[in-house]
């Protein structure tokens, strides 16, 4: 299988990366159905780059309907080795403002209705989610913001509720006080199975708005956060570029294996059409 060193999932206002050369929407079929639609191959700068467009190419798909799952293995399936996850946010902090990105490190998953794993049949793996995020992309990712002087955060904690209705005031100040920064629909279970395909994760938010607990909120118009949308979506456009003009980016070998090594179910008991479906997840199992 060739390999493919970058893809970006898009978010809110992210549906096409600008100035990719020699494209080709490819319709990739899974194990676990229909990806949120085609992936994008192309050249950027020299490297090869696979784009999902995580709601569709239409904004068409809430948050609880993506098939997280078969957008993460239909990735595997090409090869993908890295994944940059690009969303938009709401802040749960005075200070990390509107238009401001955020490197995540860590995820609270408040999502209820989603499948979350690929492990749901006869084969079972317990992977770690401690460091939800490659700690290699993280850095990167803080370097390329850095570069293009961005306002930036380096670390952040990303509660992802289940939507698509934004959070209540209750839930907003209860978030807060449980030390989350930001808050979105989409990043869980996406990075947990990115994580149980072995493909290294890593997620930057596009902060658009304030969330309900603030006391300037209800001044906050429709426009102004989508105006903030488009400002930050063609941020994301440069920082993908940057992204491509990396010469090489390493994969950590310790996430691809950690599903074969965090498997609880004896091989010879796994039932051949499990084996089957789980056969790009594991590659060699």
Not at 54 to 67: A, C, F, K, L
Not at 124 to 151: D, F, G, W
Not at 207 to 213: A, K, L, N, P, S
């Amino acid at each position: 299988m060739s390999e493919i060193e970058l893809a970006f999932i898009g978010g809110s206002g992210l549906y096409k990366i600008p100035n990719l050369k020699k494209i080709k929407w490819e319709t990739v079929k899974t194990s676990f159905g229909k990806p949120s639609y085609k992936v994008c191959l192309g050249s950027l700068n020299g490297k090869s780059i696979a784009f999902l467009p995580r709601h569709g190419i239409n904004h068409n798909i809430s948050p609880s309907e993506i098939n997280y799952r078969a957008n993460i293995e239909c990735l595997k399936k090409l090869g993908v080795q890295n994944i940059i996850s690009l969303s938009a946010v709401g802040s749960l902090r005075e200070d990390y403002k509107p238009g401001d990105f955020v490197v995540v490190d860590q995820f609270i998953d408040n999502t209820y209705l989603r499948k979350k794993t690929f492990f749901d049949d006869d084969c079972i793996s317990h992977v770690s989610m401690s460091s939800p995020v490659c700690e290699n992309l993280r850095k990167i990712s803080l370097s390329n913001l850095k570069k293009l002087k961005l306002n930036f955060h380096s670390n952040g904690t990303y509660i992802c509720i289940e939507g698509p209705q934004f959070s209540s005031l209750a839930e907003s100040n209860l978030f807060r006080s449980w030390g989350c920064d930001v808050i979105g629909m989409t990043n869980m279970p996406e990075a947990k199975l990115a994580r149980e395909a072995g493909i290294c994760y890593a997620a930057i938010s596009m902060v658009t708005d304030f969330d309900c607990w603030h006391p300037q909120h209800d001044s906050v118009t429709v426009e102004q956060i989508v105006k903030t949308m488009n400002q930050n979506s063609n941020n994301a456009f440069k920082l993908i570029e940057e992204f491509s003009k990396i010469k090489k980016i390493s994969c950590d070998e310790k996430i691809k294996k950690i599903s074969k090594n965090s498997l609880i179910t004896r091989v010879e008991k796994i039932e051949k059409s499990t084996k089957k479906k789980l056969k790009f997840i594991f590659n060699d199992l």
